[in-house]
């Protein structure tokens, strides 16, 4: 299976960007899925996280409110909808993918994760 992250951009605070993730090779409902964000010299830190059924999500709580996750299955895409951007947002941010019976299992621990994408660049800046 493939990852594929875009929308990342360069963005005033305040501002919002949707990210997106597609999934090629196989079919995105078999999988847990979850972004990822890494800044230059930091540790990659979780971000959010959908399960196959889309219905349990869990967040970073430094985005909650403001970031929301969700996936189209039919689409094979996996979403970011960020808002109210922040300089503490800018960073590199994957997609990432881990295969599970359980439709609603979620998790925040990378060891779960079996397939990354490329990133996609948030900057978000005055």
């Known amino acids: 299976v493939q990852l594929q992250a875009s929308g990342g951009g360069s963005v005033q605070p305040g501002g919002s960007l949707r990210l997106s993730c597609v999934v090629s090779?196989?079919?995105?409902?078999?999988?847990?899925m979850g972004w990822w964000r890494q800044s230059p010299g930091k540790e990659r830190e979780f971000v959010a996280a959908v399960a196959r059924s889309g219905e349990n999500t869990l967040y970073k709580d430094s985005v909650k409110g403001r970031f929301a996750i969700s996936r189209d299955n039919a689409k094979n895409t996996m979403y970011l909808q960020m808002n109210n951007l922040k300089p503490v947002d800018t960073a590199g941010y994957y997609c990432?993918?881990?295969?599970?019976?359980?439709?609603?299992?979620?998790?925040?621990?990378?060891?779960?994760?079996?397939?990354w994408g490329k990133g996609t660049q948030v900057t978000v800046s005055s």
């Open positions: 090779g196989r079919t995105s409902a078999s999988y847990a």
């Open positions: 990432a993918a881990y295969e599970i019976a359980d439709i609603h299992f979620v998790t925040d621990s990378p060891f779960n994760y079996d397939y």
